[in-house]
């Protein structure tokens, strides 16, 4: 790959290497220039232009960020699709991350221009929690760097995988010394319970016992034979000593005794044993508060089925030191939590009158034995947006009919005579709370395929000006089109048939034009005549569509 200032009669092909603003036009950096953006720069002003210009053993950037991810993502784990060089593995599950710090450093090392940033080893994870990301510095890689990046991965273990949590039935031992106040056990219990509950796993029997090693030996001995795994034991006292209370019941009950303490503040004062094939923890105090602790990471590790013993324990101590750590800001503003996969639905709209294929309802033609309608849904299904809507309008009962059997919600709008603004003021409004997004999408476009709705979705991003998505092909504007939540109530507000035109044109500032790379995002079947061109191409060809388009939502 070159970097270099190129005249424009040889800048098609390049890649633009720096954002250009200019009278009428606007290129973002990273951009594959087409004979009309070099026509539009031409008539813009300038001579020349900076560019990558890409040999023949380069891999484009969203290619080898992509096969990187592929390789590195293992269990429970899901990739995102790449965008500007970068793709995100994403937790799948709640559960507790596992991964190889040696073979992330070791690939680090390939080259300066791959990047893998991961979550610490062992963290917990929620579900579409991120857990890396790959990142190309430059535009492209050579194949021998992604080549050799992807054989590293493949050759070790684990890969970046996530160990779900097991629906457990603790059991608890809650010990009493004279004076041992009643709300203080139940305070003990509570937040057992809560942590438990947490994890995906719950509390089963609890005994309330003597803090001494005979009444303690009959607890744990009782709760093994109820068949409790694992078994927690919350004293009155801490556990100073091999030979304090807990563990001396431990060993009285024909258990073990793995470990005593932690190198994790707090959490210092944690003991782990075995009884049986099941795991006894002895209860530092500090569990009591809601603060994470090392009981905390050892729970977690065990109800997620990971080995946990002596030399687990002490590996904790980087990192150990919890006190007086403040975990990390939620996000309050409204914005999306850009550590997680962004919450995208997809609205279809299939309410509209075909007014232009004459007496037939195109949303119900048959395409290859599927109604069309059929098709558009089944892509949205087949994507990463959640829930999947569907606006209905015209033939309400015959478009519901078609679509039986799929997981999607219906919403009915009464007004679709009215306009298309309002089939898309009716999805929006029926979209469930604590969204990020929602893609737009039209029934009558089923050349449109999953991963071009996933394209859109992995180049949103709010907070680096990437708000509205718009589909493109060779420089010109399609559909799907993804909008922040931010613009919910605006969409909700627009009239008429005019579609989305003036919020993206309010909001230039916050688009992205996504290049799809295929034509079909520009193709809707609006009349017999498009109908049947589709109907007559070859299979995976991509049918001619009508020249008038409509004005929703890109437009």
Avoid at 97 to 125: H, K, Q, Y
Avoid at 346 to 366: F, H, I, Y
Avoid at 452 to 476: N, T, V
């Amino acid at each position: 790959m070159k970097f270099r200032t190129v005249p424009l009669s040889e800048a098609e092909g390049a890649i633009l290497a720096h954002s250009v603003v200019l009278p009428g036009v606007t290129f973002k950096k990273g951009r594959r220039l087409i004979a009309a953006d070099v026509a539009a720069l031409k008539e813009a002003g300038p001579s020349d232009v900076m560019v990558a210009q890409l040999g023949p053993d380069d891999v484009p950037e969203d290619e080898a960020a992509g096969r990187i991810a592929r390789a590195a993502a293992g269990t429970n784990v899901q990739v995102g699709a790449a965008f500007t060089g970068r793709a995100n593995l994403y937790a799948t599950t709640p559960g507790i991350a596992t991964l190889s710090p040696e073979s992330i450093i070791a690939l680090n090392s390939i080259d300066e221009g791959l990047t893998l940033a991961t979550v610490p080893p062992f963290e917990r994870v929620a579900a579409r929690q991120m857990l890396a990301t790959v990142k190309i510095i430059p535009f492209a890689l050579p194949e021998r760097v992604v080549a050799g990046a992807e054989a590293l991965l493949r050759a070790n273990d684990p890969k970046i995988s996530v160990a779900a949590f097991r629906a457990a039935t603790a059991g608890l031992v809650l010990t009493a010394l004279p004076g041992t106040k009643p709300s203080v056990l139940e305070k003990r219990r509570q937040s057992v319970a809560i942590r438990l509950a947490a994890n995906g796993s719950s509390l089963g029997p609890v005994v309330t016992c003597d803090h001494t090693i005979e009444a303690v030996a009959r607890a744990i001995t009782s709760l093994r034979t109820a068949g409790t795994d694992p078994i927690l034991v919350f004293g009155a006292s801490a556990i100073v000593d091999r030979d304090d209370v807990i563990p001396a019941a431990v060993k009285a009950a024909g258990g073990e005794v793995v470990h005593v303490g932690m190198p994790v503040d707090p959490g210092n004062l944690l003991m782990l044993g075995r009884l049986g094939g099941a795991d006894v923890i002895g209860v530092p105090s500090c569990a009591a508060s809601p603060k994470v602790n090392g009981f905390d990471w050892v729970l977690q590790r065990l109800l997620a089925g990971l080995k946990v013993g002596r030399r687990e324990i002490i590996a904790m101590a980087p990192g150990g030191l919890l006190k007086e750590i403040a975990t990390r800001p939620q996000p309050r503003d409204g914005t999306p939590d850009d550590r997680a996969e962004p919450r995208i639905a997809a609205v279809v709209l299939a309410a509209g009158r075909s007014t232009r294929m004459g007496p037939r309802n195109k949303l119900l033609e048959d395409l290859g034995g599927v109604p069309m309608v059929r098709h558009a849904v089944l892509t949205a299904l087949a994507s990463r947006a959640r829930p999947v809507l569907v606006v209905t309008g015209h033939q309400q009962a015959e478009v519901a009919a078609a679509l039986s059997g799929l997981d999607v919600q219906l919403t009915h709008n009464p007004h679709y005579a009215e306009g298309l603004s309002t089939s898309l003021a009716a999805g929006i409004a029926a979209l469930p709370p604590n969204l990020d997004g929602a893609l737009i999408a039209l029934g009558d476009m089923p050349g449109v395929r999953p991963e071009h709705l996933d394209r859109l979705i992995a180049s949103f991003a709010p907070k680096e000006g990437r708000a509205i998505c718009i589909a493109m092909h060779e420089g010109k504007r399609g559909n799907p089109v993804l909008f922040a939540a931010a613009f919910f109530p605006e969409l909700t507000a627009i009239a008429g048939d005019t579609g989305a035109r003036h919020i993206i044109g309010q909001h230039q500032e916050l688009i992205a034009e996504i290049e799809i790379g295929s034509p079909a995002v520009l193709m809707d079947v609006d009349t017999p005549e498009a109908l049947a061109k589709l109907r007559s191409d070859q299979p995976g060809t991509i049918p001619v569509g009508s020249s008038t388009r409509r004005d929703l939502p890109s437009k």
